[in-house]
Each structure stands twice: as C-alpha cells, then as structure tokens.
Nanobody, 115 residues
Framework: QVHLVESGGGLVQPGGSLRLSCAVSGIMLRFWAMAWYRQAPGKQRELVAMITSGGTTNSADSVKGRFTISRDIVKNTVYLQMNSLEPEDTAVYCC?????????WGQGTQVTVSS
C-alpha cells in the first residue's frame, strides 16, 4: 500500500517562498515518475511539476522559473520549492505519481498566498 504525506504549506505573502515535502512509503522513488498537483477552489486539479524515474523534471508554464521539483531517493521524499509566490498559486497541493492513474491520495497541504 502506497502512502503519501504532504507537508510544508502555509500562509505566505506575495513574493515569498515555501518548500513542500511529500514523504512516500510503499514504493521506491527511483522507479517511479512523481508529480505535484494543485487544486484551487472551484477549479480542476492541475499538474504543477513532474520528475521522471530518471530524474528529468518539467513544470507547467504557469510556474516555470518559479517552482522546482526535486527528490531524495534515500529519504524517499519529493519536494517542491516554490519561489516568487503569487495569489494565483493559492491551492491545496498534493503529490502523486505522474500519469493518468494514481496512488491513493494523501491529505494535501494548503498553500495560501495573501497579503
């Protein structure tokens, strides 16, 4: 059974930074593509950034140059470094596998960008 536990969210002012963590158990990250997703109120879930099993990263145009996904295969943890945060980044952020089928979702972590 795969378990995903996200943390690191909070309230931050525009222009600020946060680092999200996703502790993964039940799989070895080196064999899986993982991604961060977000869902804002009244909007569909969207892919924010992905890291392949080989370590290649990609991100959505809306966050390119501001957000960076990374992983620690020893700690089996996926990270999302978010810089230059904007009010439009406000959402619940979740991690899961990259693709069209998913592991059981974790509880997510709330990110609120507001002055």
């Amino acid at each position: 059974q795969v378990h995903l536990v996200e943390s690191g969210g909070g309230l931050v002012q525009p222009g600020g930074s946060l680092r999200l963590s996703c502790a993964v158990s039940g799989i070895m990250l080196r064999f899986w593509a993982m991604a961060w997703y977000r869902q804002a109120p009244g909007k569909q879930r969207e892919l924010v950034a992905m890291i392949t099993s080989g370590g290649t990263t990609n991100s959505a145009d809306s966050v390119k140059g501001r957000f960076t996904i990374s992983r620690d295969i020893v700690k089996n943890t996926v990270y999302l470094q978010m810089n230059s945060l904007e009010p439009e980044d406000t959402a619940v952020y979740c991690c899961n596998r990259g693709g069209t089928t998913f592991f059981p979702w974790g509880q997510g972590t709330q990110v609120t960008v507001s002055s």
